[in-house]
Antibody, heavy 121, light 110 residues
Framework: QVQLQESGPGLVKPSETLSLTCTVS????????WTWIRQPPGQGLEWIGY???????NYKSSLKSRVAISLDTSKNHFSLKLNSVTAADTAVYFC???????????????WGKGTAVTVSS | QSVLTQPPSASGTPGQRVTISCSGS????????VNWYQQLPGTAPKLLIY???KRPSGVPDRFSGSESGTSASLAISGLQSEDEADYYC???????????FGGGTKLTVL
């Protein structure tokens, strides 16, 4: 049973970098897309980006200049860095495992519980 | 503004059948499969339906999905109080080169 758990600071100052880690237990990184999604308070879900087990990354275009996702299989985790944050980045951040055949299907079948991040001075 | 369009709310009484719609375009639902997620209050989303109409292990067969052209629907039959949640549709978008979501539908069991 694969489980994901997010960790990181719950409060980040404006203009600084948000850093989160997702620890993966009970499964392999191979052949999956390791994904970050966020949900601003009272709003819907927004895909941030993903990293494939090979290291290939893909980011939402509007966030591309500020985001980086990395993978460390030796530590069983993948990470999110979002720089130059503003109040608009305040959200619950979820990590998830995705299965995909590009151009046809992409679904997230395992999710972490989420971690709330507030951007405020 | 979400790429996929869902009604903001839906409701039904216990035992009833409820459907939630999801509308997209040729670059997402018109070409790729749709997934549905259930988000109970204060929890993470859970995969409910994938690849248009497949249920992950453990999801009751009261939940079913269908897709036609650039639209999709989630049907819930035999509505139960524990079905009260937010429901999101999602699909890969070829033009945006990533997965997109609907704005979510809040289901209330009256």
């Amino acid at each position: 049973q694969v489980q994901l758990q997010e960790s990181g600071p719950g409060l980040v100052k404006p203009s600084e970098t948000l850093s989160l880690t997702c620890t993966v237990s009970g499964g392999s990184f191979t052949n999956y897309y390791w994904t970050w999604i966020r949900q601003p308070p009272g709003q819907g879900l927004e895909w941030i980006g993903y990293i494939y087990h090979s290291g290939y990354t893909n980011y939402k275009s509007s966030l591309k200049s500020r985001v980086a996702i990395s993978l460390d299989t030796s530590k069983n985790h993948f990470s999110l860095k979002l720089n130059s944050v503003t109040a608009a980045d305040t959200a619950v951040y979820f990590c998830a495992r995705a299965d995909s055949l590009m151009g046809y299907y992409f679904y997230m079948d395992v999710w972490g519980k989420g971690t709330a991040v507030t951007v405020s001075s | 503004q979400s790429v996929l369009t869902q009604p903001p709310s839906a409701s039904g009484t216990p035992g009833q059948r409820v459907t939630i719609s999801c509308s997209g375009s040729s670059s997402n639902l018109g070409t790729n499969t749709v997934n549905w997620y259930q988000q109970l209050p204060g929890t993470a989303p859970k995969l409910l339906i994938y690849n248009d109409n497949k249920r992950p292990s453990g999801v009751p067969d009261r939940f079913s999905g269908s897709e036609s052209g650039t639209s999709a629907s989630l049907a819930i039959s035999g509505l139960q109080s524990e079905d009260e949640a937010d429901y999101y549709c999602s699909a890969w978008d070829d033009r945006l080169n990533g997965p997109v979501f609907g704005g979510g539908t809040k289901l209330t069991v009256l």
